[in-house]
């Protein structure tokens, strides 16, 4: 139980443009999805938290303009890096919790985005 | 936020050989996990612990969450051990320490 999946694995794409990664709860209901990124050789840094239906919650620093969080249903999260550079590259990891999931599991993570810019 | 410092930053372990991992954090906590991260970047949860002890395998982990310390346990380590090990806690949000990097040798 509490499988979350996360798409794309990989992505390429050239600066200016836009990306969308997807992170689905697949057996459960997740009321709060995280994002994180990391860089090379370093741990995860939480960039936002998002209830289902409300605006996420940023983390000092993060540009809410440039990673925009949509959390619309209760299995579906998405994040889009607009208007991406290759600074924005980096491995993009979203998380999730739900009821009766935290207690028997904790948080539960997607498989991760490498998003390399060009 | 809730500190987290994980000891030592890096492991070098001969295949067959013990360790134990150290995370302490700065204040309560409702949830700790231990993570292992693959070469792929997959983080693969190994506990749920936020107090006592668990085994999994090879693997067993304690927490005393009075003292603000968890001990990661690994027996007879394998070269598929390798990789980089996370302590994350949360009242809420989870926040993780920077890693141990174990490298185990055959």
């Known amino acids: 139980g509490a499988v979350v999946s996360q798409h794309p694995s990989r992505v390429i794409c050239k600066s200016g443009t836009s990306v969308k990664i997807e992170c689905r709860s697949l057996d459960f209901q997740a009321t709060t999805m995280f994002w994180y990124r990391q860089f090379p050789k370093q741990s995860l840094m939480l960039m936002a938290t998002?209830?289902?239906?409300?605006?996420?919650?940023?983390e000092q620093g993060v540009e809410k303009d440039k990673f925009l969080i949509n959390h619309a249903s209760l299995t579906l999260s998405t994040l889009t890096v607009t208007s991406a550079h290759p600074e924005d590259s980096s491995f993009y990891i979203c998380?999730?919790?739900?009821?009766?999931?935290?207690?028997?599991?904790?948080?539960?993570f997607g498989s991760g985005t490498r998003l390399t810019v060009v | 936020g809730i500190q987290v410092e994980q000891s030592p930053p890096d492991l070098i372990l001969q295949e067959g050989a013990n360790s134990t991992l150290r995370c302490n954090f700065s204040d309560s906590v409702n949830n700790l996990q231990w993570f292992h991260q693959n070469p792929w970047g997959q983080l693969i949860n190994l506990f749920y612990?936020?107090?006592g002890t668990k085994q999994n395998g090879r693997l067993s982990a304690t927490t005393v969450a009075t003292e603000r310390y968890s001990l990661l346990y690994i027996s007879s380590s394998q070269t598929t051990d390798s990789g980089v090990y996370f302590c994350a806690v949360a009242d809420y949000k989870l926040s993780f320490g920077a890693g141990t990097t174990v490298t185990v040798r055959a």
């Open positions: 998380s999730a919790t739900g009821t009766g999931v935290l207690a028997n599991y904790g948080y539960t």
């Open positions: 612990i936020p107090s």
């Open positions: 998002s209830n289902e239906g409300s605006k996420a919650t940023y």
